[in-house]
């Protein structure tokens, strides 16, 4: 089995060098092509008003100046063109990927990438408590867990246009209540906070920030089975067409 790993924290994150040690539990083929510096909140960004550089860093293991989604076609269509890997493992991100989080993740678009692809594609993410900051973030339930959840997931065929979103616990290993197969949430949007602050020039600049999560009944979503002590396992989709709409608009453009 060949496995390209990437990630958006950047080709020297500790989380990615975690994901190294546990993909090696599976293959001895590893590949590593991952954005030279952090790509956060980058979302499925492509680079097109720049040129894009790649750097060698050793065999195997490549370094973009892009985006995450830059990363995985530079692996497809370059670097590992001769031969595609079979699987895609991005991550594990630095802090939890959860809900619409989905949508801003460059951790989760470069799965998209690969989905469109063709290829078996799972983001991996370690959700962190507040206290926990930088290069502090412990990975502890991920260090044991993401074997346990990968294994099952690399045996598991994928229909065609799908990935799998995982997310770890903020706890200790022993604390991890196991794995919950759950649906995608979606936060209050209200809860988004602007937080501004004063420069030492005097000018103001801005952080964006977020309140506290609200829950849906019965915890059937990733952003309550993480908070209730739970490895999130959520399969996503590339088609977002809605449709209980197709019948409705479809009515409203028809000829009277």
Not at 9 to 32: C, H, K
Not at 161 to 177: D, I, K, R, S
Not at 209 to 220: K, R, S, Y
Not at 239 to 252: E, F, K, N, V, Y
Request: hydrophobic residues 40%; contains cysteine.
């Amino acid at each position: 089995m060949r496995i390209l790993l990437t990630n958006d924290d950047g080709v020297n994150a500790s989380g990615l060098r975690l994901l190294e040690e546990v993909a090696r539990r599976f293959s001895d083929d590893i590949w590593v092509v991952a954005p030279l510096e952090e790509q956060s909140g980058t979302g499925h960004s492509l680079t097109l008003t720049r040129p894009i550089r790649l750097r060698r860093l050793g065999e195997k293991r490549f370094a973009v100046a892009g985006t995450p989604t830059d990363s995985v076609l530079m692996a497809l269509f370059h670097v590992m063109e001769e031969a595609r890997p079979d699987v895609i493992l991005s991550g594990i991100n630095r802090g939890a990927n959860l809900g619409e989080d989905v949508t801003y993740s460059g951790t989760v678009s470069a799965t998209m990438e690969g989905a469109l692809a063709g290829v078996k594609s799972i983001a991996l993410s370690q959700a962190y408590a507040r206290e926990g900051m930088g290069d502090t973030v412990p990975f502890a339930a991920a260090e044991v867990w993401a074997e346990k959840v990968l294994g099952p997931l690399l045996e598991s065929e994928m229909p065609a246009g799908t990935l799998v979103n995982v997310n770890f616990p903020a706890l200790p290993p022993e604390q991890v209540q196991g794995v919950r197969v759950c649906r995608q949430g979606i936060r209050d949007y209200g809860r988004t906070k602007i937080i501004q602050r004063t420069d030492p020039r005097g000018f103001p600049y801005y952080w964006l920030g977020l309140g506290p999560m609200v829950e849906t009944p019965g915890h059937q979503t990733d952003l309550e089975a993480v908070a209730d002590g739970f490895v999130s396992v959520t399969p996503l989709h590339l088609d977002l067409t809605h449709d209980p709409s197709l019948a409705a608009l479809t009515a409203r453009f028809s000829p009277r």
